[in-house]
Nanobody, 115 residues
Framework: QVQLVESGGGLVQSGGSLRLSCAAS????????MGWYRQAPGKQRELVAA???????NYADSVKGRFTISRDNAKNTVYLQMNNLKPEDTAVYYC?????????WGQGTQVTVSS
């Protein structure tokens, strides 16, 4: 059974840091491209950061220089280190795995940044 489980969300003050984790199971993690998305209330889901199976990374302009995506293939886990958080980063953060036409989503983890 393909599964993604996010963790690490919470409430943090503006300027603070959080690290999100996404544990994967049920598929060959190392060959999948992984991404973190977020969805704020009343807004569409947007890509935050992505990392390919070859470890090429891509970031939304709004998080460049503040967020870092990484993966540990030995642990089947992808991470999102978030520094200098801002109130506008408040959203539900979702992990995604895709390879070709296959795409799987996690259940999401809430990140709330207070001003």
């Amino acid at each position: 059974q393909v599964q993604l489980v996010e963790s690490g969300g919470g409430l943090v003050q503006s300027g603070g840091s959080l690290r999100l984790s996404c544990a994967a199971s049920g598929f060959i993690f190392r060959v999948y491209d992984m991404g973190w998305y977020r969805q704020a209330p009343g807004k569409q889901r947007e890509l935050v950061a992505a990392i390919t199976s070859g470890r090429i990374t891509n970031y939304a302009d709004s998080v460049k220089g503040r967020f870092t995506i990484s993966r540990d293939n030995a642990k089947n886990t992808v991470y999102l280190q978030m520094n200098n958080l801002k109130p506008e980063d408040t959203a539900v953060y979702y992990c995604n795995a895709h390879s070709g036409l296959r795409s799987t989503w996690g259940q999401g983890t809430q990140v709330t940044v207070s001003s």
